[in-house]
């Protein structure tokens, strides 16, 4: 008895220490360079529809998975022909087909983009940039940082947000 009960208990143990290895489905990825760093959630496509329907058009998107994004400077910047001061900010977008709307709030640890209505009063920079093409579908999310810019890249779109120091 002693012995099957044991059994059971390493079994369950085993069971329950392999599920909590599982991969999160949206892996918080850090990208950074000398002077930026960016932390975001990566969703991927799974086979969905992304600009237009998942994230739809003229709304507000925290601009990767969970938590919004947080860009930091770790130096003053011109963020696409804004001066920024050194700092952390969540970064939201406004996509469309043509361009897209790229903010920066001083409002952190907003979960996704639900209360951004109340803090948009927040906003330290809104540019609007155009969209470009990807030379291939992205499956994943990828936002990248260099001290030159931030590109923001999934499914078959690619924002480039320039910056200068």
Same mark, same amino acid.
């Given at each position: 008895?002693?012995?099957?009960? +044991?059994?059971?208990?390493?079994f369950? +143990?085993?069971?329950?220490?392999? *599920?909590?290895q599982?991969?999160?489905?949206?892996?918080?990825?850090?990208?950074?360079s000398? /002077?930026?760093?960016? @932390?975001?959630?990566?969703?991927?496509?799974?086979?969905r529809?992304? +600009?237009?329907?998942?994230?739809? +058009?003229?709304? @507000?998107?925290?601009?990767g998975?969970?938590?919004?994004?947080?860009v930091t400077?770790?130096?003053?910047? /011109?963020?696409?022909?804004?001066?920024?001061?050194?700092?952390?900010?969540?970064? *939201?977008?406004?996509?469309?087909s043509?361009?897209?709307t790229?903010?920066?709030?001083?409002?952190l640890k907003q979960w996704?983009?639900?209360?951004?209505?109340k803090?948009?009063?927040k /906003?330290?920079?809104?540019?609007?940039?155009p969209?470009?093409?990807?030379e291939?579908?992205?499956?994943?999310?990828?936002?990248?940082?260099s001290?030159?810019?931030?590109?923001?890249?999934?499914d078959n779109?690619?924002?480039?947000?320039p910056?200068k120091?």
């Amino acid at each position: 008895m002693k012995k099957s009960l +044991f059994v059971l208990l390493g079994f369950l +143990f085993v069971a329950s220490a392999s *599920f909590a290895q599982k991969a999160p489905a949206s892996p918080t990825i850090t990208t950074e360079s000398e /002077n930026v760093k960016v @932390v975001y959630g990566q969703p991927s496509k799974k086979g969905r529809e992304i +600009f237009g329907s998942l994230v739809p +058009f003229g709304q @507000v998107w925290r601009t990767g998975a969970n938590a919004a994004t947080e860009v930091t400077f770790k130096k003053d910047v /011109n963020f696409a022909g804004t001066k920024v001061k050194a700092g952390t900010y969540s970064l *939201f977008t406004i996509p469309s087909s043509t361009e897209w709307t790229v903010i920066l709030n001083s409002e952190l640890k907003q979960w996704g983009a639900y209360e951004y209505d109340k803090i948009k009063g927040k /906003n330290v920079a809104e540019v609007k940039l155009p969209v470009r093409g990807t030379e291939g579908v992205m499956e994943k999310l990828s936002i990248t940082a260099s001290d030159s810019q931030i590109a923001i890249e999934w499914d078959n779109a690619r924002v480039m947000i320039p910056l200068k120091w």
